[in-house]
């Protein structure tokens, strides 16, 4: 323990670079948004404000935004139609993203936040709603100390090259393969 102790306190200590950063939560798996939310719940914390913008979700309420929207240091926009199968309107669907990436973008010119968290970003993405590169271009553009957290299964391989951090979830086992709902505080 004390040859680990030294190994890590010395890359503790090779890290001076003081920045925002791009995080890439991807994957089949659950918990993409749950660790966006835990992180928005941790610069709460340390005082710091905060901008999120859900790009699908929103034909039904979810417990973040029911909770986060109640906190003066979080400014909150639903903009999706729904899962995109169930919307069956690719113009809508698009419109909807433009709409919701335009408040995305002014958020990532806004000094005053500290994190911005774009849920569901990487599946406007994938349906080509939004143009990686616009993304990528804005994620590079944002003030220095502002961190950026983006959301979504099926993150493209240009964001995930831009990101500081890529975590991507896995299915190993999820009740909804047994039959069991979406439960309020787990899913919803």
Same mark, same amino acid.
């Given at each position: *323990?004390?040859?680990?102790?030294? %190994?890590?306190?010395?890359? =503790? #200590?090779?890290?001076? +670079?003081?920045? /925002?950063?791009? @995080? &890439? @939560?991807? /994957?089949? /798996?659950?918990?993409?948004?749950?660790?966006?939310?835990? *992180?928005?719940?941790?610069?709460? /914390?340390?005082?710091?404000? %905060?901008? &999120? +913008?859900?790009? =699908?979700?929103?034909?039904?309420?979810?417990?973040?935004?029911?909770?986060?929207?109640? +906190?003066?240091? %979080?400014?909150?926009?639903? *903009?999706? $139609?729904?899962?995109?199968? $169930?919307?069956?309107?690719?113009? !809508?669907?698009?419109? #909807?993203?433009? #709409?919701?990436?335009?408040?995305?973008?002014? *958020?990532?010119?806004?000094?005053?936040?500290?994190?911005? +968290?774009?849920? $569901?970003?990487? =599946? #406007? @993405?994938k349906h080509r709603y939004i143009a990686v590169e616009d993304v990528i271009a804005a994620a590079q553009s944002r003030p220095p100390m502002q961190h950026l957290v983006i959301t979504g299964r099926g993150a493209p391989p240009e964001l995930i090259a831009a990101a500081d951090t890529v975590t991507e979830m896995n299915v190993v086992k999820h009740a909804f393969q047994a039959? =069991? !709902?979406?439960?309020?505080?787990?899913? @919803?």
């Amino acid at each position: *323990m004390e040859r680990k102790k030294a %190994v890590v306190d010395g890359k =503790i #200590a090779a890290a001076d +670079v003081e920045r /925002g950063v791009l @995080l &890439v @939560l991807t /994957g089949n /798996g659950k918990g993409k948004s749950s660790s966006a939310f835990g *992180m928005v719940a941790r610069a709460l /914390g340390h005082d710091l404000k %905060v901008g &999120v +913008v859900q790009f =699908i979700k929103g034909r039904f309420s979810t417990g973040e935004e029911a909770f986060f929207r109640r +906190v003066p240091d %979080v400014t909150y926009f639903v *903009m999706g $139609e729904g899962y995109t199968w $169930e919307t069956q309107d690719r113009a !809508r669907d698009i419109a #909807a993203a433009q #709409a919701a990436w335009k408040i995305a973008c002014d *958020m990532l010119r806004n000094e005053q936040l500290a994190m911005v +968290v774009l849920d $569901e970003l990487n =599946i #406007a @993405l994938k349906h080509r709603y939004i143009a990686v590169e616009d993304v990528i271009a804005a994620a590079q553009s944002r003030p220095p100390m502002q961190h950026l957290v983006i959301t979504g299964r099926g993150a493209p391989p240009e964001l995930i090259a831009a990101a500081d951090t890529v975590t991507e979830m896995n299915v190993v086992k999820h009740a909804f393969q047994a039959g =069991i !709902r979406a439960q309020k505080g787990i899913e @919803l």
